[in-house]
């Protein structure tokens, strides 16, 4: 652990400040700007390194913080138009049907039930920062409402794990990145374990619900019919 520390910190501490500005706004971006990117980019581990590297190499935190909250806000204003011109294209997506239609439902709820809760909390959890711009756009919720909520979010958000992993940086070194990129890997594997079985309950608790077909009484068979029709016929009334 301590080699990987060492080594850590020299690549850490070695990364120039505009490769670190790059990372910190496209991750951002295109994490909810792109629904896929969503799925896989590591944006609190970016941010994580960042702050590591503002602590103790050549990146400004303060460039850092607007950079991170420009690049949030930019990314969930393109979701946001992108549902609102094709919500439904990008649900019916292969992306989107990753989610599935309970997600984007009860994440279209909570955007009209409460905007300015939704959509801040929302920022701090995984998934959810990218469905809701997409989610938002779809409702028709107002632009400008929805600008001002996501940049309350994005603003805390950002700010928040930076300015910590600057201080913890700061004290820890580079072997914070690694206790932590570990922990998020470890945590990640668990998100896509648990989703799986969850999509699998789903999916038999669906397939019980549905009441099973009704057979159709078989019709008699013709000859059958025709004898009874003639018997009925021949036998004299009492």
Not at 86 to 100: H, L, Q, T, Y
Not at 166 to 181: D, F, K, P, Q, S
């Amino acid at each position: 652990m301590e080699k990987i520390s060492e080594w850590l910190t020299t690549v850490v501490g070695s990364a120039p400040a505009w490769a670190v500005y790059t990372a910190v706004f496209v991750v951002l971006f295109s994490e909810t700007a792109v629904l896929v990117c969503g799925l896989i980019m590591p944006s609190e581990a970016v941010l994580i390194a960042a702050g590591v590297a503002a602590a103790i190499g050549q990146p400004n935190i303060f460039v850092l913080i607007v950079l991170a909250i420009v690049g949030a806000l930019c990314g969930d204003l393109t979701g946001f138009l992108l549902g609102r011109r094709s919500g439904p294209r990008v649900e019916n997506s292969w992306a989107g049907r990753k989610f599935g239609p309970e997600y984007w439902d009860g994440a279209a709820r909570r955007v009209r039930r409460n905007l300015f809760v939704t959509v801040p909390v929302g920022r701090w959890l995984g998934y959810v920062r990218t469905v809701v711009p997409i989610t938002a756009g779809m409702s028709g919720v107002n632009m400008r409402k929805y600008a001002l909520a996501t940049f309350i979010g994005g603003a805390t958000w950002a700010t928040s794990v930076l300015v910590l992993a600057y201080v913890l940086g700061a004290t820890a070194g580079a072997r914070l990145i690694g206790v932590l990129v570990i922990g998020l890997v470890v945590a990640g594997c668990l998100l896509v374990v648990t989703r799986a079985i969850r999509h699998q309950l789903d999916r038999r608790r669906h397939d019980t619900s549905e009441p099973p077909a009704r057979a159709e009484p078989e019709a008699a068979e013709p000859e059958a019919a025709a004898a009874v029709t003639v018997d009925a016929r021949e036998t004299p009334a009492n």
